[in-house]
């Protein structure tokens, strides 16, 4: 499961991580709200401030550790560092906080159907 986290909403992690316990799923990212594409017009409304980033990252720590074993719990925080992403046109990007820190890294070419 991988879901974004916004402003004033911290205490939805604890939520999805108990969710994510009892009905098996093994993997959780949680992924701060990067003011990208159409949300950079959604920033003051949905960014996390310094105070809930720290909070937030904090939080995932503990709960990785209390959780090792049962739950992978990760942060995918674009802001601390570049994050590999692959575009539904095949593009694969190093993509930082805003787009003009992102960097091209390699166009998958279009093999046809699957076997």
Request: charged residues 25%; glycine residues 6%.
């Amino acid at each position: 499961m991988q879901t974004t986290i916004v402003a004033g909403r911290l205490d939805i992690v604890t939520w999805i991580i108990r969710f994510c316990v009892n009905n098996g799923v093994q993997r959780v990212s949680f992924l701060p709200f990067i003011p990208r594409g159409s949300g950079s017009s959604r920033r003051a409304q949905y960014e996390l401030s310094r105070a809930e980033r720290n909070e937030l990252r904090n939080l995932i720590k503990q709960k990785r550790r209390e959780l090792v074993g049962r739950l992978d719990v990760r942060l995918l925080d674009f802001n601390t560092r570049p994050i590999h992403v692959v575009e539904p046109d095949g593009r694969l990007i190093l993509e930082g906080p805003i787009e003009a820190c992102d960097t091209f890294l390699f166009q998958i070419p279009d093999c046809g159907p699957c076997d």
